[in-house]
């Protein structure tokens, strides 16, 4: 494993990156607004990544963006680079399905098991290539040409951001999830004050953010740090929310906050406030309704860019940096050169993402914009 020095996300994706909220950084697309209305989709509501109208919405931008580029022709086939064989696996077999294109993802994942490669066939004319080494990806790209679909002119790369682009998933992932929950200690200590008790805070945390509860929070960070700070408050108690899910007598997240906002008149004005302003994001269909969360995962994000000198030893930067994988940004810059377009898709919210106004003035950048160390084998 090499440090390949001091990058950034834009030196090979520049502005053609979507976070959360679909809004596109480069200015020249069109606004998600305008891509809803062609495509008659609700006003209101913002699509998973892995639901169909993530991928109508996607589809639309990717044929824009091949046409700013002027790289001639259309969009023949989709290559996909991420790291999760259900959720990327999953917007990939949708994007090739909107688009009509046939395509081969490329899903990594680290591990200290010999080099395996498993394909996997998961259409028509779709395949999955699923291995357990970033270093594959020249591997992958030989193997995309000899199925005839060569990454060059013609292609479009949709590359995942998070642990594939960004802190690989099984060699610098973690340093992403300590950011995260970082975050939302902070967050719930700062609005509990001295109430904030971080050994309830980490009992609560570590358990609700397990498979099991998943289908109560969905997986979303913004509802689990909400639960967290209701529970620190002690509205609720961990045994109590604990065991009316697992009796399913509360199966959904909407259906606790709707609880709290009946027992409103019990929370302190400050909590009040919080608990109202995410109420009525929920209530709006906002993915991501703890808004000051999300901000605040954004500074602690941006305190693991780039944050260790030049000459450290390459474990120390996978084990406190979010360092960008050297295997993608060297594929990927090779694939531009060849005329394929390369477009970013990230999970994470824009306001963990890109700074504020007043954090612009302070020189903070977007994420994508933020020069971190490239760590590789290649």
Known sequence: MKNHGLATVAEFLGDWVLYRNLQPCEARLPRLEQIRSQLSLPNNQIPRKSEREYAQIVVQFLKHAYHLEELGGKIERLIFVGDTRLLDGAAFMNLCAAGEWPGIAFIGAETRQPAE???IAAGASQTIYQTNRWASLPDFDQFCRAQGLPVEQGAAVVIDLDK???????????????????????????????AFDLAAFRAAYLPLNQPEFHPFTSDNQDYLAYVCLILGFGLYSLEELTA???????????????????RRSELSPELAKIHTEIYR???????????????????????????????????????????????????????????????????KPDEAALPTPELTAQGYLPLHHTPTHAIGEI
């Open 117 to 119: 490669v498993q394909l």
């Open 164 to 194: 594939t682009t960004l802190g690989a998933r099984g060699r610098n992932d973690k340093v992403i999830d300590q950011a995260r929950v970082q975050a939302v200690q902070e967050t719930v200590a700062h609005l509990l004050g001295s």
């Open 244 to 262: 009316d899910i697992r009796s399913q007598r509360l199966t959904s997240f909407e259906q606790f906050i709707l609880q709290v906002e009946e």
């Open 281 to 347: 994001c929920v209530q709006a269909g906002d993915p991501t309704p703890f808004k000051s969360f999300r901000r605040r995962e954004y500074l602690t994000t941006m305190q693991r860019f780039g944050c260790l000198s030049e000459d450290e030893p390459v474990e120390r930067y996978l084990e406190q940096e979010i360092v960008i994988t050297h295997e993608v940004r060297k594929m990927a810059l090779e694939w531009r050169e060849r005329g394929a377009l390369l477009f970013g898709l990230s999970d």
